[in-house]
């Protein structure tokens, strides 16, 4: 997944520098809205680094960073709140997503929707990004969805810019164990799947 980056981190760190401060802002909400293209996990670690270097100011960054992450997961609750629920209930058959299982959701975020954005926001993959889109198909609450998710983006925000401080020049190795830990992300994502998908087959939806 990183091998790019690996191949070319002083030439990302280099870009990252360029941007300067509303680069900080701009690719932190980028990271949120795109889902899985412009992942934190590179993102917040490099500007971590350019810190170390003196290029930027902890606290500023940091605050960039935060808001700008904030800023994207509301943007993404807005676009599936508006239109993502009436376009599943229309095609969601052809992605194996049924009108049951919306309702299921539904029920889901009504009983523990706080706990599901609190937690979700705490798992360093970019299975975050699914926790706006979820809240915004189940129509959660708007006040209580920004409020766990403002809290819960704080601690993994803070961790992924700390490593990238300590890391400096090995930041290779950093991505190093991301790119491992996503891959045993995504084998689970592929088994979750597979299920998902055999159920269907056998007419048992997923919340059965």
Same mark, same amino acid.
């Given at each position: ?56 100011? %902890?606290?500023?960054? *940091? $605050?960039?960073?935060?808001? @700008? /992450?904030?800023? =994207?997961?509301?943007?993404? #609750? +807005? ?78 925000? %803070?961790?992924?810019? *700390? $490593?990238?401080?300590?890391? @400096? /020049?090995?930041? =290779?190795?950093?991505?190093? #164990? +991301? ?30």
């Amino acid at each position: 997944m990183f091998e790019i980056v690996f191949s070319s981190v002083e030439k990302i760190i280099g870009l990252f520098e360029t941007l300067g401060y509303f680069g900080v802002f701009s690719l932190s909400f980028l990271d949120r809205l795109t889902i899985f293209l412009i992942p934190a996990e590179i993102v917040f670690p490099v500007y971590g680094i350019l810190i170390s270097q003196g290029k930027f100011l %902890f606290w500023p960054a *940091f $605050i960039l960073l935060t808001v @700008g /992450n904030f800023l =994207g997961n509301v943007a993404l #609750y +807005f676009i599936f709140l508006k239109g993502g629920r009436s376009f599943l209930e229309k095609y969601g058959k052809y992605v194996l997503v049924s009108k049951h299982e919306l309702n299921h959701l539904d029920s889901w975020f009504l009983k523990y929707g706080n706990k599901i954005v609190f937690i979700g926001y705490l798992i360093p993959t970019a299975i975050r990004s699914l926790v706006p889109v979820s809240a915004g198909l189940s129509k959660m609450n708007l006040s209580k969805f920004c409020f766990y998710t403002f809290v819960s983006s704080l601690p993994l925000n %803070f961790i992924y810019l *700390f $490593i990238g401080i300590k890391a @400096g /020049n090995n930041m =290779g190795r950093i991505l190093s #164990y +991301f790119e491992k830990f996503n891959y045993v992300v995504v084998a689970g994502i592929v088994v979750l799947v597979v299920w998902y998908v055999c159920r269907h087959i056998k007419n048992k939806h997923l919340t059965h």
